[in-house]
C-alpha cells in the first residue's frame, strides 16, 4: 500500500532535483520575458496560438475554470483510484486562492485589451481589463497538476506528470492565446501553483485526512454536485458541449463509484450470512 506523504518524506522529495525542475524552467522564462518587451512576447505567443482554431483555445481557457478544474481533477482521481490527491487538494485551495487574490489586488495589473489597440491583440470571448498578475486559471491548472504529481507513487509520477503537465501548459498558454494575459502572468502563475501544492502537501502529509471510507464518500458527493452544476450552469454557447460533455462524465464516473460501493458492502455482508447458513 502506498504510504501517504509525510513531513519527512516531503522533505527528502524538495531536496530531489526532479522536484525543482518546472520551477526552474519557470524561474528561468520569468528572467527571459523580463528582459523582453511585453508587447513582443505577446504577439511571439499569439503567433503560435493563432496556428490552432480558437475554438481549442476556448475550451482550454474554460478547463482551467475552478469549477471545470475541479470537476476533472476529482473523476480522475476516483477513476484512477488516486486517493491521496484529494487531501493535498483540500490543503491547496486556501494558500492557492489566497495567494492569488492577494498579488492580484497589490499589483493591479492591467490586461493587455487595457493597454493595445485591438488591432494589435487578437482575443477569443470576453473582453477582460484589469487583474492581469498573475494568472488565475493557470495557478489553478498547475496547483491540480502539483497536487496529482506529488502525490502519487514514484513509480508512477512520471506518468503523472505525463499526462496532468501537458494540460495544465496547454491552459497556460491558451490564456495568453484567448488574449486574456500576458505571458508573465502565467509563467509566475505556474509557478505559485506549483509551490502552493508543494506547501498543500506537505500539509497533508502532516495532519491528513487520511485517504479512507469517509474521504472517498466525499469525493463521490463533491464530484456528482460538481458534474450536475457544469449541467446548469450558465456558459457561452461555445462552452455548452465542453461543459455538458465533462458534466455527463463526471456524474457517470460518481455514479459508477458509488454503485461499486453499493456492490461491495452487500457482498461483503451476504458472505458471513451465506457461511452461517452452511453451518446449520
Known sequence: MHTPPTASSFASMFRSAWFWRL?????LVIAGLMLTPPVDALAGVQ????????????WLTWLGDTHFALALFLAATIATGHRHASPALLWSIAPATLTLHGIKTLAAAPRPAAVLPPEALHIIGDVLRQ????????????TLAACWILTARPPQRGMAAAVSLPLAFAIGLSRVGVGAHWPLDVAVGALLGWLCAAAAVLAAGRWGPRPGDALHRWEIGAAGV????????????????LAHALGGLVVGVALVAAARRIWLRRASTAVPLRRLREME
Not at 520551477?23 to 524561474?27: A, E, K, M, N
Not at 503567433?47 to 476556448?58: G, N
Not at 498578475?133 to 493557470?138: D, E, K, N, R, V
Not at 446548469?232 to 455548452?240: I, K, L, N, S
Open 226 to 241: 460538481l458534474g450536475l452544476g457544469l449541467w446548469w450552469r450558465t456558459v457561452p454557447a461555445t462552452v455548452e458541449p
Open 47 to 58: 503567433r503560435l496560438t493563432r496556428a490552432a482554431p480558437d475554438l481549442l483555445w476556448w
Open 23 to 27: 520551477p526552474g524552467l519557470c524561474l
Open 131 to 142: 487583474g492581469s498578475f498573475p494568472s488565475g486559471h493557470t495557478v489553478t491548472a498547475f
